[in-house]
């Protein structure tokens, strides 16, 4: 997978898919909410899966190659009218055979969903504003460089046969 920076704008593109028409914008922005309905995404990264795995060589330049997975939850809601429904819908329709390609093809693996949640919420101490909510489960690999370093020079000293007097540089070019 490209690098964690792209991972919000590749997500937001795989959940446009599936939303349509519908706006579909990042929680937690400081921006006039769009009129409804509409869909918020929020990607939590940072869960490793297992261990790093490095390849056997270290470059010219001394950098080691190390490949990981990682998880991330995709929090979506969407606000409006229906919400429930469509949310349901939404999830149904993630584990269509095309949905399931288009998030391989991104780099994501989606192995797991949570239930739809009816989170209705009152505004204003008045008016009941239909949401829903579910969560993605998703994992990805990543791809990280571990400047290691090189080892131009060796200085060996050892005692052969009771000789203290061996003492020998080895060179080792690159």
Do not use: C
Not at 63 to 78: H, N, P, S, V
Not at 91 to 103: I, P, S, Y
Not at 120 to 133: H, I, K
């Amino acid at each position: 997978m490209a690098a964690l920076a792209n991972l919000r704008a590749i997500v937001q593109a795989l959940v446009v898919r599936l939303a349509g028409a519908e706006p579909v914008i990042f929680a937690d922005q400081n921006a006039p909410r769009p009129a409804l309905p509409y869909w918020t995404v929020r990607v939590s990264v940072g869960r490793r899966v297992g261990r790093e795995t490095h390849s056997q060589g270290v470059t010219d330049d001394g950098d080691m190659t190390l490949k990981g997975t990682r998880e991330a939850t995709i929090q979506l809601q969407r606000y409006g009218t229906d919400s429930v429904e469509v949310m349901q819908q939404f999830r149904e329709d993630l584990f269509k055979v095309t949905e399931h390609e288009a998030w391989q093809t991104a780099g994501l693996s989606l192995y797991d969903t949570t239930d739809v949640l009816n989170i209705a919420f009152t505004l204003d101490g008045a008016q009941r504003e239909p949401r829903a909510a579910l969560d993605l489960l998703t994992r990805f690999g990543t791809v990280l460089i571990d400047r290691v370093g090189v080892i131009e020079t060796v200085d060996i000293d050892a005692t052969y046969n009771d000789n203290p007097d061996l003492n020998d540089t080895i060179t080792v070019v690159l």
